[in-house]
């Protein structure tokens, strides 16, 4: 049983377009995160959510909405597309807001045209 | 704010040699610092990890890292190099007092393990 999975693992698609990025873990973990990771490898926070409130939100553009219906899933939803938004972006969740490992999925390779 | 160093993109290393990775951080109190190893196409692996105690810590695969307060440094370290551990290894830093479990990453240093 995969324990943090990501859905598309690829997606490509044009600009202007809307697309969405679904994760889910199975370890009954209370916090989850998005990470942005560019092609140079850097990797950088999103957003965090615990027991689905957002306490995280780095300076992202407001066309990044994250989206937590439990606390095992938390999508993110990206509006009108741009180039610069081609990256790897990872899930990851931890059993708490202060939990210390935290356990990242295998990631969604997105590719704006 | 915080910040975390690799100061090499890329080491090479023969197999059976010893390997570092270096690592120094920024924080304003006392930090949290973490180790994670990226494989081709996949997601960040947890290495190992230092909370407080003994300043060397060991993890899997055969990984340590010393934690060093003066240098404020966390340099990664194997004995013995093996060709599988080629991977994209990532130093992170946490604010022990940091609510949000806010990670900060350096830029990655790419291990290459060659027979």
């Known amino acids: 049983d995969t324990a943090v999975s990501q859905t598309p693992k690829y997606l490509v698609t044009q600009m202007g377009n809307d697309k969405s990025i679904k994760c889910e873990q199975n370890?009954?973990?209370?916090?989850m995160y998005w990470y942005k990771q560019d092609s140079k490898k850097f990797l950088k926070i999103m957003f965090s959510?615990?027991?689905?409130?957002?306490?995280i939100n780095e300076t992202v553009p407001n066309r990044f909405s994250p989206k937590s219906p439990d606390k095992a899933h938390l999508n993110l939803h990206i509006n009108s597309l741009e180039l610069g938004d081609s990256a790897v972006y990872f899930c990851?969740?931890?059993?708490?807001?202060?939990?210390?490992?935290?356990?990242f999925g295998a990631g969604t390779r997105l590719s704006v045209l | 704010a915080q910040s975390v160093a690799q100061p090499e993109d890329q080491v090479n290393v023969a197999e059976g040699n010893p390997l570092t990775v270096k690592c120094t951080y920024s924080?304003?109190?006392?930090?949290?610092l973490f180790w994670y190893v990226q494989y081709p196409n996949r997601g960040l692996q947890f290495l190992l990890k230092?909370?407080?105690?003994?300043?060397l810590v060991k993890g899997s695969y055969g990984f340590e890292a010393e934690f060093n307060k003066s240098q404020t440094s966390f340099h990664l370290k194997k004995p013995s190099a093996l060709v599988s551990d080629s991977a994209l290894y990532f130093c992170a830093v946490r604010e022990v007092y940091n609510q949000g479990g806010k990670l900060i990453f350096g830029q990655g240093t790419e291990l290459s393990v060659k027979p």
């Open positions: 924080v304003s109190g006392n930090p949290y």
């Open positions: 370890l009954g973990h209370d916090t």
């Open positions: 230092y909370i407080t105690g003994d300043n």
């Open positions: 990851a969740s931890s059993p708490t807001s202060r939990g210390n490992i935290q356990y």
């Open positions: 959510y615990n027991n689905k409130e957002l306490i």
